[in-house]
């Protein structure tokens, strides 16, 4: 075998991946959102959870993408592990599309595949047409490459390293590692199965030696998840090492069945008697199948197993328990005044939650903490997880039969939802100041700080009179929380004044200048949404800004 030929068997390689990425990419641009969309809406239903990952995976021809959307939606908490481990073990499934595809020989039309592709992409104007060319073209490409690899792989046959290779291959554990390996550097079960299965066409890896690569194909698979957990958060880890746990249960499964019943595998081969191509992937296919049933009613284990793996920790318990409705069970049977109280109840619990946030917000700016920064990000998306929580089971409230005072009391309510909502919002927008600082090496005064600190003080104070105004309906004092509010407008007046004077005379850094009016802004506002909440359920006026 000649150097020519390694690199003709490398650019069939090439060939392939590239077809094979090109396709996948085609096939998720002409889907569009819609596949995250189908990802998002996975419910805590197994059954539908692993449909959802078999259509998503076939769909985009690659399980690993579908696996790396599925760490960002738990990663962000869109999605729940328990979602997750469906979706995966879905995802297991779809991937072994490609092989059943694959074993088909289309050598012969692969050339048309790519004229029509390549004709559709480069002609058409219309983009989904464009997306459809690609997909063409892609898979044209994949075929070429099996075709050239194909014809590459004889000659490699007669060359004594790698028959030595494939001797060792024989030994099941080597043959399982080597699956590993070669699926991780590769990045793509699909891409080494289909690897696997030239080679056994052109009668240079024998059947019971594919058997076991497939077994460690499917391990090596979850490189590319592990590698993109590396930047997610706890959960979005666990979402990786619950597909590697899978797998490699799944593997000790398989091996174990296909040892104490090698009728099994003699089965499969009789499904497509002469066609090892066509075994290979049925043999991928059926070890997927096989795999989920078994181990489908053990998903809260491996979920356990991967907590174990990476323990929860305290903040992780609270920040679940800050995520899930505390009083608002709606109970069909439940009296609408008490429904209304749960309501009002939940509202106020977030409405702590916030003032929480702002208030650890304004002490990162004040002594800067990457690790309260981070507390800060996450509460604020658990405000926004709670918000649309609450919303949508106040719309259900309408069901009880309630009369018009409780429905306008109702809306009321989902009204004061929103200006909690803003209030969080704004400690969001506080840490983000803490970044530009930072990133450009500005610096305020210890004048300017001490105003902001003075400011933040009333504006707290005003934020905690609220939430417990509108817990306890003690609107007598909604004057007092007036009288606090005027005070926060007088700092935004006299403040901006100081900074201008200060801008006269150059002593001010010009980031700092535009953070510090932002502050202020942002802390009036914040004073204002608390006179919101406060008389949202009151006779008194507004101020929405």
Not at 232 to 261: C, D, P
């Amino acid at each position: 075998m000649s150097v020519f030929d390694v690199f003709s068997l490398l650019g069939g390689v090439g060939l392939f991946l590239f077809g094979m990425t090109m396709m996948s990419t085609g096939l998720r641009n002409a889907c569009g959102n819609n596949l995250q969309g189908i990802l998002e809406k996975a419910t805590a239903n197994k059954f539908l959870a692993i449909i959802v990952g078999v259509a998503v995976t076939v769909l985009i021809q690659s399980s690993s993408a579908t696996d790396v959307m599925v760490i960002g939606f738990v990663n962000s908490a869109m999605m729940t592990l328990s979602q997750a481990i469906g979706v995966i073990m879905g995802a297991n499934i779809g991937t072994t599309i490609t092989a059943q595809i694959t074993a088909f020989d289309l050598s012969s039309i692969t050339p048309l595949f790519l004229f029509f592709g390549v004709v559709l992409y480069i002609f058409v104007k219309k983009s989904f047409v464009k997306y459809i060319g690609t997909i063409i073209m892609g898979f044209g490409m994949l075929f070429q490459g099996i075709t050239l690899i194909k014809a590459e792989v004889k000659p490699l046959a007669d060359t004594i390293w790698f028959g030595n290779i494939m001797d060792t291959l024989s030994n099941p554990v080597l043959a399982i590692i080597f699956g590993i390996v070669f699926t991780a550097l590769l990045q793509s079960s699909s891409s080494s199965i289909v690897i696997f299965q030239s080679f056994a066409v052109e009668g240079i890896l024998e059947y019971k030696v594919a058997v076991y690569l497939i077994i460690g194909a499917a391990i090596g698979s979850t490189a590319p998840n592990l590698l993109a957990s590396l930047t997610a958060n706890r959960n979005g880890k666990r979402s990786a090492y619950i597909n590697l746990i899978f797998n490699i249960l799944r593997a000790v499964l398989i091996v174990t069945l296909i040892n104490i019943f090698p009728q099994i595998t003699d089965f499969i081969c009789k499904m497509s008697p002469g066609d090892i191509g066509r075994q290979i992937a049925n043999t991928h296919t059926i070890f997927a199948l096989v795999a989920v049933i078994a181990l489908a009613p053990f998903s809260n284990l491996i979920i356990k197993i991967s907590e174990k793996l990476i323990p929860v920790l305290p903040e992780e318990t609270e920040k679940l328990a800050d995520r899930e409705l505390k009083y608002m069970t709606l109970n069909q049977n439940l009296p609408s005044p008490v429904a209304l109280h749960q309501a009002q109840m939940e509202i106020a619990r977030m409405g702590r939650l916030a003032a929480k946030n702002l208030r650890q917000a304004l002490e990162c700016f004040f002594e800067p903490d990457d690790a309260k920064i981070q507390k800060v990000l996450d509460r604020e998306e658990s405000v926004d997880i709670l918000t649309e929580k609450i919303e949508n089971v106040a719309v259900r409230l309408r069901s009880l039969g309630l009369t018009a005072i409780e429905i306008e009391k109702v809306s009321k309510m989902t009204i004061s939802v929103n200006d909690i909502e803003r209030l969080s919002d704004y400690a969001e927008n506080i840490v983000e100041y803490i970044s530009m600082l930072k990133e450009r090496k500005a610096e305020m005064s210890e004048i300017a700080l001490n105003e902001l600190k003075e400011m933040a003080q009333a504006t707290l104070q005003s934020v905690d009179y609220a939430v417990k105004i509108f817990e306890t309906d003690d609107f007598a004092h909604i004057p007092d929380l007036y009288d606090i509010e005027d005070k926060v407008d007088d700092y935004k007046t006299r403040l901006i004044a100081n900074h201008v004077d200060r801008l006269m005379v150059k002593s001010c850094d010009p980031v700092a200048g535009v953070v510090f009016t932002d502050m202020v802004t942002d802390l009036e506002r914040c004073s204002d949404h608390a006179c919101n909440i406060a008389c949202s359920l009151s006779f008194k006026p507004k101020l929405t800004k």
